[in-house]
Nanobody, 126 residues
Framework: QVQLVQSGGGLVQAGGSLRLSCAAS????????MAWFRQAPGKEREFVAA????????FYADSVKGRFTISRDNAKNTMYLQMNSLKPEDTAVYYCGVKPGGSTTVPSRPVEYGYWGQGTQVTVSS
């Protein structure tokens, strides 16, 4: 029903920037929440940022506030994650996901998301 295709990962030095994209097809997302998660080796999947598609309300993990920006292009059904001032601890596989509706709290739980992109590696060197 929903397909999510990611792009934009890569290798950068600390302090650099990357922009990730997540293009959705098979459904419009005007009543959905989309989000970014990441998973480092040996770690649980971690919430990064989310956005209510219609309202544009955004949410961020404390670890990325002030450095990352989530946004969307409604016409293209594409979500972005602009990552600035990258740190080695940002190294992980990044995933985009989608879940129906909004949330009664911060939509940070992976189990709520029914569709996922393929993941893309982000590596930040010292």
């Amino acid at each position: 029903q929903v397909q999510l295709v990611q792009s934009g990962g890569g290798l950068v030095q600390a302090g650099g920037s990357l922009r990730l994209s997540c293009a959705a097809s098979g459904r419009t997302f005007s009543l959905y929440t989309m989000a970014w998660f990441r998973q480092a080796p040996g770690k649980e999947r971690e919430f990064v940022a989310a956005i209510y598609w219609s309202a544009g309300t955004t949410f961020y993990a404390d670890s990325v506030k002030g450095r990352f920006t989530i946004s969307r292009d409604n016409a293209k059904n594409t979500m972005y994650l602009q990552m600035n001032s990258l740190k080695p601890e940002d190294t992980a596989v990044y995933y985009c996901g989608v879940k129906p509706g909004g949330s009664t709290t911060v939509p940070s739980r992976p189990v709520e998301y029914g569709y996922w992109g393929q993941g893309t590696q982000v590596t930040v060197s010292s």
